[in-house]
């Protein structure tokens, strides 16, 4: 591709804008779902004014449990304040900001093709490949999401103006872009990529890239120092199995940017749920691809292999706790819309195939949208396709919990903790589960199922200090106070006396602002216990050192 010469048309922008908004406005009307309960709806952080300093200081403001390792993204918890202060504590501001952020994005691909050489058709035809593509779906849907869109965003505008004169601004976007979300490290590269598409030679394209690079460098070093766990846990197998998880990996986000049809909410698919399949259907369609058209596809492939580097190849060397996702792809769409917009400049022939392209992608979007309506609708859609899916047993455990459907409960929640049993969180659930059910039971069986209640707290509480646990801070005092509390209720009273005698002369948990009435709860009613049935046989009352751990808002 070549530059593009003389007046920019400003239509493809506005198409593209346009086409974005209309496929994804539905999700305005969504709720908060998953990861958004505790980074926007419960965060008391982001309505404080101290968090237009702390968002770059203290990663634990992100969210509301305290859970951050491996998160650092200033600027996405900056947007989220911003939500907070315009729209207050509704869903649906947070959505609209996601659907118009996403157009914008589209409109500055759409730009940016056009500078790179595609006609304005050309440039139209690719971005809205990108702007109406259901990768998009999870992106947008999820408020969470945000630090994807507003990297993305911000890297195409830093690309869009990357030439003689406005370097500092190309700068200062990307550099944006990297404290919106991690994942921008690879903008050094795309500079690159857009240099060669430019049509300049490898030595100037590798100069425009140097001082992205030394941003990227600067970033990650200091991501390193503020977060005491600047990686996650997990990572893949070592050996020749990790290469061959890595592979199937690859093909099936090849498959799904080819054909997104069946999309889920699934962090772990890996080589599950017929990956394996896909891993020669998606290579075999790049292969073919790169084969028919290797003009066009050359820039395309290494701009897609790229874009996969901070989220697959990493994993390699480095520990992240997702194996695959949608949103990991957002960065490598702009590969597909570069081939649609080079085969339609080539022959207008191809309009009309693109056009269908299109409209099926955006049919695939406007289908997958609701599946983010809600937590209900997020994990029943994926049940439906993964029965065994861990998360979506988690939720329909608690769920039937809600309804006081306790056998339901035990039941999903038990076969969650097989699929994951090392996962605190799901043994914290289940054991509420079994404590639920010990309360309904009657006789003899009231001391096994009490018993049983205890001891999966206590596997919650040995299984909290292993790693990113989520919803540690607040869950693991819970859990200690009712593991405590059932102690107490099996009889137990020299056990209870030892451990809470050594717990109060500790320090008091530092329980996060949305839980304090849950603990205060929990709180009460151990001292309630604690006064009736230890306090009487004890030198030293206990609940009144209890009750002075109670906690204000």
């Known amino acids: ?107 500055v691909l759409a730009r940016l093709l056009q500078r790179v050489g595609c006609s304005a058709l050309a440039a139209a035809a690719g971005a809205l490949v990108y702007a109406v593509h259901p990768v998009q779906v999870e992106c947008v849907a999820w408020i969470s999401s945000r630090g994807d869109l507003l990297a993305a965003a911000l890297v195409w505008a830093a690309l869009l103006v990357q030439r003689p004169g406005r370097s500092l601004v190309a700068w200062g976007l990307g550099a944006a872009a990297l404290l919106a979300k991690e994942q921008a490290v690879v903008w050094p590269a795309f500079v690159f990529l857009v240099a060669a598409l430019q049509g300049e030679r490898p030595g100037a394209a590798l100069r425009r890239a140097a001082v992205p690079a030394i941003l990227v460098g600067v970033f990650v070093g200091l991501r390193h120092v503020l977060l005491a766990q600047p990686f996650q846990e997990g990572g893949l197998p070592g050996g020749a199995i990790g290469v061959v998880t890595a592979a199937s990996m690859l093909a099936h986000q090849a498959w799904y940017a080819l054909l997104p049809v069946g999309g889920v909410f699934d962090w772990q698919l890996g080589a599950a749920a017929g990956a394996g399949g896909r891993a020669v259907l998606g290579c075999a369609a790049l292969g073919a691809i ?82 983010w309506a809600s937590d209900a609708t997020l994990w029943q859609r994926t049940a439906e396709r993964l029965p065994r899916h861990w998360r979506s047993r988690v939720w329909r455990g608690m769920s039937a919990l809600g309804a006081g459907d306790v056998e339901r409960a035990v039941e999903n929640l038990e076969l969650a903790a097989r699929l994951m049993p090392d996962d605190a969180k799901t043994r914290f659930r289940l054991a509420e589960a079994l404590e639920a059910r010990a309360a309904r039971t009657e006789g003899d069986a009231v001391v096994a199922a009490t018993r049983r209640a205890r001891d999966e707290y206590a596997a919650a509480i040995d299984r909290f200090p292993r790693g990113r646990q989520e919803n540690r801070a607040l869950l693991e005092p819970l859990a200690r106070l009712r593991a405590i509390d059932l102690t107490l209720a099996l009889g137990d009273i020299d056990a209870v006396a030892a451990v809470l005698t050594a717990w109060l002369d500790g320090e008091r948990p530092d329980v996060p602002a949305g839980g304090v009435d849950l603990w205060n709860r929990d709180l009460e009613r151990l001292a309630g216990h604690v006064a009736e049935h230890l306090d009487p046989q004890l030198e030293r009352p206990l609940a009144p050192y209890l009750r002075e751990w109670r906690l204000r808002r």
């Not at 918890?77 to 952020?101: E, I, K, P, Q, Y």
């Not at 820039?299 to 990991?328: E, G, K, S, Y």
């Not at 792809?329 to 597909?336: D, E, H, N, S, Y």
């Open 1 to 107: 591709m070549t530059p593009a010469r003389g007046r920019v048309a400003a239509w493809p922008a506005i198409v593209c804008a346009a086409a974005a908004i209309l496929v994804f406005v539905p999700t305005i009307g969504h709720g908060f779902v998953y990861d958004d309960h505790r980074f926007v709806e419960a965060n008391a952080a982001l309505g404080e004014p101290s968090i237009l300093w702390r968002a770059f200081v203290d990663p634990s403001v992100q969210t509301a449990d305290g859970t951050h390792a491996g998160l650092w993204r200033p600027l996405r918890t900056l947007s989220f304040a911003l939500d907070r202060l315009v729209f207050g504590s509704a869903s649906w501001g947070g959505h609209l900001v996601n659907v118009f952020l996403h157009g914008a994005a589209s409109a």
């Open 290 to 371: 790169a084969l028919l058209v290797p003009r066009c596809t050359r820039i395309a492939t290494a701009w897609f292999l790229v874009a996969l580097v901070p989220t697959l190849f990493v994993q390699l060397a480095l520990p992240l706790n997702i194996r695959v996702a949608d949103r990991f792809l957002l960065f490598a769409l702009p590969a597909l819309a570069i081939v649609v917009a080079r085969v339609t400049s080539t022959s207008r022939r191809a309009l009309p195939a693109a056009a269908l392209v299109v409209a099926c992608l955006a049919a695939f979007s406007l289908n997958g949208s609701p599946a």
